[in-house]
């Protein structure tokens, strides 16, 4: 279950739009909004606590192997909370959404950077290694096999 993308961004709203635009189910965490718009500019109002911030929005997705088709839009959803856990994103809003208009499963996060009351903002340096790791220990946690596990069960 490899990260795909990883960016950040100076639109929390375009950014809600965009994902939930596809999404099969959407989940929201520290927020009150009904519908991506509500969502998004109540993201927006949390990032204006910290008017330095030029770029709140953070947005990764979770892709996971042809071979995981059946995985359900639950366990994604419960996939991505992990690992917002993990990436100590727990006291921030997050807009989760799944979606399979590819040929693969996946689920796109989009994250405040701005935590609740503004005073933190969530820092993606070397984002890249330590997003891997988190879906690592969630593949663990799971019995899930990597598409990297496979290939080397493969050659050994």
Known sequence: MPVSSSQTG????????YVSSKAETAERRNL?????GEVGREMELTAEQR????????HTSISYAEEHDQITDEEMISDAEAFLEK???????AYIAT???EDHPHAHIVVNRVSLGGEELWRDS???DKNMSALREIEQERGRISPRDVVSEEEG
């Open 99 to 101: 979606h399979r208009d």
């Open 10 to 17: 100076e639109s929390l709203r375009g950014a809600v739009k």
């Open 51 to 58: 008017p330095r911030t030029e770029k709140p929005a953070y």
């Open 126 to 128: 070397f984002d890249y």
């Open 87 to 93: 990436r100590g994103l727990g006291n921030h809003q």
């Open 32 to 36: 009150f909004g009904r519908d991506a």
